[in-house]
């Protein structure tokens, strides 16, 4: 009797092992979310700190991933209406990238994918040509559950001060 209460407990066990991997590598091959395409500022729908200028916020993004990379076009205009234009090309290992931005402002960036697999952190500091540092940030990247309303909330540190914005793009 006891060898079949082993037996059984044993086959119990072990279906619950394949089960139990099954999810895991179910979950270890979620397929990431596909950020390309064009995304235009919805500016109603932008929330920002008072002390964080929205327009040094991108009014559009032209976005291409592929299997290692995700590359991010960004169009900003500041206040003057000067517009910027800035490719960044982040690795899906982790690793940084610097950017230079426009002249006197580099961009040191990495990204870091959600357990989901469905929205990344990007994590920046951004410095003058002398190398000091000016700003750092991080911005959690994800989308509506439409996919077709990219939402990016912004943690931006100037000085020791941390200042927030939530911006949101439509997708065109």
């Known amino acids: ?47 920002t700190d008072a002390h964080l200028s929205i327009n040094s916020i991108p009014i559009e993004f032209l976005i291409k991933q592929d299997n290692a990379h995700i590359e991010i076009g960004s169009i900003s205009k500041n206040y003057m209406g000067d517009t910027t234009k800035y490719v960044e090309k982040l690795k899906f290992d982790g690793s940084p990238s610097t950017f230079i931005i426009k002249s006197n402002l580099k961009k040191k960036a990495s990204m870091q994918w959600a357990l989901d697999q469905k929205g990344f952190m990007e994590t920046a500091t951004y410095a ?43 997708k065109k």
């Not at 082993?6 to 979310?33: D, E």
């Not at 994800?142 to 439509?170: C, H, R, S």
Request: proline share 1%; net charge positive; hydrophobic share 45%.
């Open 1 to 47: 009797m006891d060898k079949l209460n082993t037996s059984k407990s044993l086959k119990k066990k072990f279906l619950i092992l394949t089960i139990a991997f099954g999810f895991v590598t179910i979950g270890l091959k979620a397929q990431r979310a596909d950020f390309s395409g064009i995304w235009i500022r919805n500016t109603d729908k932008c929330v």
């Open 128 to 170: 003058n040509d002398q190398g000091d540092t000016l700003q750092s940030a991080k911005a959690l990247w994800t989308f509506a559950p439409d996919l077709k309303t990219l939402k990016i909330q912004w943690i931006v540190t100037v000085n020791g001060q941390n200042y927030e914005a939530i911006e949101v793009f439509d």
